[in-house]
């Protein structure tokens, strides 16, 4: 735990903000009401459980339940009054990761479903803290000393999901015909951005850096389909019956039309 990290508790921290802000005095609701209209979302990893970043910054109260309960101050309360996330919990993984806390204190104190624990229940209802989306790793090829050919599994090492989130890859080192690469690679879809990667990089600024999903991942588009996949392949038969469907320009979309070249054998 970090807790002598902070001067105050994060409660005290909290009100210490709305206090040099003018903010005391006012309801918790009231100021989650002021973040509804406001702030452009952020880079910002929210905590376990959090609602799609739109509707997290129409739901939380910044009442700091979560950011109390979180054993090892993990959740930090933004002090930023510029940019309207002034109260708004989120992690600094390069500073303190999320821990993984099996029982998932931080989310059911939450009191307004900012924080959703039903997205982190199986189908039993035991809660499980893999299922938790805080963003994705990314990888800075260029600056991660793997790629170079400089042994490091700092990251992979310190992943709580080691093989599934990230692995290492295996790849002859060409340059001195000796040497191996065992380049780390992060999968998105068990990546729980939990940040213990990031925390762990080794180069002074970490080459593996955690983001928020919308801003990690691109999107394909509906009218490519995987030729390969048995369960993309109903999507061919609803290409098919897009035909007549029309581009901005008035015409027939020729990508949907031309279904047959988009289906990769
Ligand atoms: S899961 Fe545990 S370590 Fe992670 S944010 Fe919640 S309380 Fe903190
Ligand atoms: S407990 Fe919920 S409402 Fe309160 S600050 Fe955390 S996310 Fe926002």
């Known amino acids: 735990m970090n807790k002598d990290k902070q001067p105050t508790t994060r409660r005290e921290a909290l009100k210490n ?10 309801g918790g609701t009231f100021l989650g009401t ?17 609602l799609n970043e739109n509707d997290f910054l129409k739901s939380c109260l910044k009442c700091g339940a979560c950011v109390e309960a979180c054993p090892y101050d993990s959740l930090i309360l933004n002090n930023s009054t510029e940019d309207g996330t002034l109260g708004l919990p989120y992690l600094k993984p390069r500073i303190i990761p999320c821990y993984m806390c099996t029982d998932i204190p931080c989310v059911p104190v939450c009191p307004s479903g900012a924080l959703d624990i039903k ?35 700092a990251c992979y090492r ?21 040497h191996a690469f065992l380049k780390p690679v992060v999968h998105s ?3 729980t951005g939990c940040g213990k990667c990031e925390h ?15 801003a990690a ?19 061919i038969n609803e290409i098919k ?25």
């Not at 002021?34 to 959090?50: C, D, Q, T, V």
């Open 241 to 265: 019956d897009s035909k007549s469907r029309i581009n901005k320009q008035g015409e027939p979309d020729k990508y949907l039309n031309d279904w047959e070249s988009l289906i990769e054998d």
């Open 217 to 235: 991942t691109g999107k394909v588009g509906d009218h490519y389909i995987k030729g390969w996949d048995k369960s993309d392949e109903s999507r």
């Open 34 to 50: 002021i973040a509804s209209g406001l702030a452009a979302p952020k880079l910002e990893l929210r905590p376990p459980g959090a």
């Open 158 to 178: 310190a992943c709580p999901l080691i093989d599934e989130a990230i692995s290492l890859v295996y790849e002859k080192n060409e340059r001195t015909g000796k």
């Open 189 to 191: 879809d068990f990546c």
């Open 119 to 153: 997205s982190l229940q199986n189908d039993d209802g035991v809660m499980d803290i893999n299922k938790s989306k805080m963003g994705v790793a990314i990888i800075h090829k260029e600056t991660c000393i793997a790629y170079w050919g400089i042994q490091c599994d």
């Open 200 to 214: 762990a990089c080794i180069t002074e600024k970490a080459a593996i850096m955690v983001l928020p999903v919308d």
């Open 17 to 26: 903000i709305f206090r040099s802000t003018g903010y005391l005095g006012i």
